[in-house]
């Protein structure tokens, strides 16, 4: 259970110590599910780690790292994998996760996306390390879930088109703000107050309608025009 939940949000640990007691499948079987991508990406950090040492580079970064995680497990996500200053987070490819909805896994990325610059700038303030921006790509669909590798190096992944559109929006983002494609945005347009960045092209993809996130709306406005 304590190594889960280095890996998982609190709520997916304890479904899957359940599922395991109780002498259940934990649902790590590869399959297509519904889910919404996060890709968060460190700006400057290639030049930033050129003037610090191995250890001033593991201050710096670990702690960043750790303020990721934990706004994304905060939101019920999990974080997929770190690829340098990189990270990667999924919203509804939970172990055991049945029926979900893709409209709430959108939402709670995004507000994942809304508070990680504001909480890496309070914990880099906080332990006094530079502040650095972050940029964030939010992508929603179909993708191919499960345990990927062969017998003796097994990694629970998400894989298809859905993440590799989410990494390349993160390239697209504003600094400290989200890139998010226009399913993201369909799945979450009343609950969020949205600023059209325009079409962007995306390697590999082709044109796409980008969007950003500025903030939760009010309960009190009312939701925009279909």
């Known amino acids: 259970e304590e190594n889960m939940s280095r890996y998982f949000a609190p709520d997916v640990v304890q479904r899957i110590v359940e599922q ?4 259940g499948t934990v649902g790590l079987e590869v399959q297509e599910k519904d889910v919404t991508v996060l890709f968060v990406d460190m700006e400057g950090f290639t030049p930033i780690s050129r003037t ?7 201050e710096l970064l670990n702690p960043y790292l750790e303020t990721i995680a934990r706004c994304i497990q905060k939101e019920g996500g999990h974080v ?7 990270v990667m987070g999924i919203f509804g490819a939970q172990p055991g996760e049945e029926g979900g909805d893709p409209a709430a ?16 700038k309070s914990a880099a303030e906080k332990r006094r390390l530079t502040v650095t921006r972050t940029r964030i790509g939010i992508n929603s669909g179909r993708a ?9 190096r097994l990694e629970y992944s998400v894989l298809g088109d859905t ?5 390349r929006l993160e ?29 962007k092209e995306v390697k590999g993809v082709g044109s796409l309608l980008v969007f950003s996130p500025t903030g939760a709306r009010d309960a009190s406005q009312p939701s925009p025009a279909p």
């Open 20 to 23: 395991s007691a109780g002498g």
């Open 52 to 58: 610090k040492t191995p250890r001033e580079i593991s």
């Open 80 to 86: 997929n994998k770190f690829i340098g200053d990189a």
């Open 105 to 120: 896994y959108a939402a709670q990325a995004i507000r994942a996306a809304l508070a990680i610059p504001n909480a890496w």
């Open 144 to 152: 191919v879930v499960g345990n990927i590798g062969y017998s003796a």
């Open 163 to 167: 993440v590799n559109v989410a990494s």
């Open 171 to 199: 390239k697209l983002a504003p600094p400290n703000r989200a890139a998010v494609s226009e399913a993201t945005r369909a799945l979450t347009e009343a609950l969020f107050v949205w600023e059209e960045l325009g079409e």
